[in-house]
């Protein structure tokens, strides 16, 4: 049985129809990316399935659960990591974490707080208010949060904008570890690149309807055979901020460090990070 399953999904905001009739399915332990530009209706679908919003057609399920009639059991299966960070910047990074700990009745919630913080590179920020923290360390504790409990499905909606490439890549390798644990990963995203990297299967959301949908190879295969081309390799802007910041780079939580390296092995420190990624 799929972890998530969606028939004919269609949405309206007034005269505004914003989902044409959607389908597809994610196969439970799998990751899924929803892939459209702005607009297209990723939230809209991430809020239907997390039971935040009511589609006006069709039907969907998340863990077995149809999310119309059997709404709070989708909302015990799931965790949805929202497009703009849900922190309480009121609150200590750890203090957040306890907090939805103790919402889920969950025992010994300092203990969850702490792992939590240690996987996220936070510990050091844990005491702090959330309100000082980086937009990518809000992230992560976003993300942190919502894996309290493990719910065995978790929305994230576009979770890698707005960060650097560093913490884009720590996000990626979280997303992976969770599949590789059993969890099953709807994502949206604007990027293809994240697709690319994360996503065992790719749908492509378009004018309110799924246009594509299938594994990186199969999306690839839709174009013409490749063809052979000589370039000359430039390295990408991202080669460079890896060979700069590399591993003098920002530290674990994000914050400031000294003194930029000096400018001479920029050749040594590309090979360095490179292995680092
Ligand atoms: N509550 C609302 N009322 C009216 N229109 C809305 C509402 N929410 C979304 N829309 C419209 O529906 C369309 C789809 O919005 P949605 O937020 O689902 O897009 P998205 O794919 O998540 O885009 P982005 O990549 O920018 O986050 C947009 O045109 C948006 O303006
Ligand atoms: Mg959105």
Redesign the pocket.
Known sequence: MPAIRVRNIEKS??D?H?LKGVDFEVASGSIFALL????????????ILSTLLKADAGTASVNGYDVATQAADVRESISLTG?FAAVDEVLTGRENLILVAKLRHLTNPGKIADDLLARFSLTDAGGRKAATYSGGMRRRLDIAMSLIGNPPVIFL??PTTGLDPEARIEVWQTVKNLAQGGTTVLL?T?YLDEAEQLADRIAI?HQGRIIVNGTLAELKALLPPAKIEYVEKQPSLEDVFFAVVGENGAGPDGEATGPHREAGTPAASAQNSEDQR
């Open positions: 905001y007034r505004l914003v459209g530009s702005n607009g297209a209706g990723k939230t809209t679908a991430i809020k497009q909606d576009v949206t604007q959301l």
